[in-house]
């Protein structure tokens, strides 16, 4: 009889996959942010009161575990959380796999021929498209140590020339990734800087950050929601993210 209560059903029945890591107080983030920024769940009003209720207080640095940056995060006076409406957290979701290669170069940074190779197989990348990045390391996930990779120094991402085609080229909607930072480690010292997340925040692009469970969604396919608390004057926010999978959809 309803029209849209019969496509939640169809959606229902489709597969739903949690691309966002859950967080607590030993959750790590970033070393720049002061200690003492994250206090989870700590007790204000506690069971025993005259409102028989729990009620807690949560303190958390924007950019913590999985979350998403807006243009302001690296942009003076450009968007900032309260110009996203609900309209825009749901995209045409792709996974660029380089998780091979990231195996045999851990700085690996995807180029446009790694792009242009999926799009061989799957087809462009539609307009609008969340363009993720999987690399494997959210399994490092929740070892500080290991998700900056002390040991080495060194992580894989995206590189300037990828980013370009998929905002210039094929006009994506944002980007997103398992790693602390946009840039691969290697072109981020060769700059000084992080280039690539200053430029397509500067395009006015959105981007999620240390995202997990790529491994579980097909290559294209499937659509990707990102919802974060409507508070006003964010840079970043931690994101609860989710891709919705037609099971006739396999990952190849």
């Not at 450009?78 to 700085?107: N, R, T």
């Amino acid at each position: 009889m309803y029209e849209l209560w019969e496509d939640l059903k169809r959606l229902k029945r489709c597969r739903w996959v949690e691309l966002s890591h859950p967080l607590n107080n030993d959750s790590p983030y970033w070393g720049g942010i002061p200690e003492g920024a994250v206090e989870l769940s700590k007790t204000v009003y506690d069971w025993g009161n005259e409102l028989e209720c729990l009620i807690q207080t949560f303190k958390f640095p924007g950019q913590f575990g999985t979350h998403i940056d807006f243009p302001g995060h690296f942009i003076k006076g450009e968007a900032l959380s309260e110009q996203y409406g609900v309209k825009d957290m749901v995209f045409p979701l792709v996974v660029i796999d380089i998780s091979e290669k990231v195996k045999e170069d851990v700085e690996y940074a995807v180029t446009v021929e790694d792009i242009r190779e999926f799009e061989a197989a799957y087809g462009d990348i539609p307009d609008g498209a969340f363009v993720a990045l999987y690399t494997g390391w959210s399994r490092r996930w929740p070892d500080m140590d290991a998700i900056s990779n002390f040991d080495q120094e060194h992580f894989p991402g995206w590189s300037m020339e990828a980013l370009r085609y998929i905002y210039e080229v094929r006009n994506a909607a944002a980007n997103g990734h398992e790693t602390l930072d946009t840039d691969a480690s290697v072109l981020a010292a060769r700059s000084g800087d992080l280039a690539c997340e200053r430029y397509l925040l500067d395009k006015g692009k959105l981007q999620v950050e240390v995202m997990c469970n790529l491994d579980q969604v097909p290559a294209a396919g499937a659509i990707v929601f990102a919802v974060f608390p409507p508070i006003e004057g964010a840079t970043g926010l931690p994101v609860r993210m989710w891709a919705v999978v037609p099971e006739q959809v396999q990952r190849v």
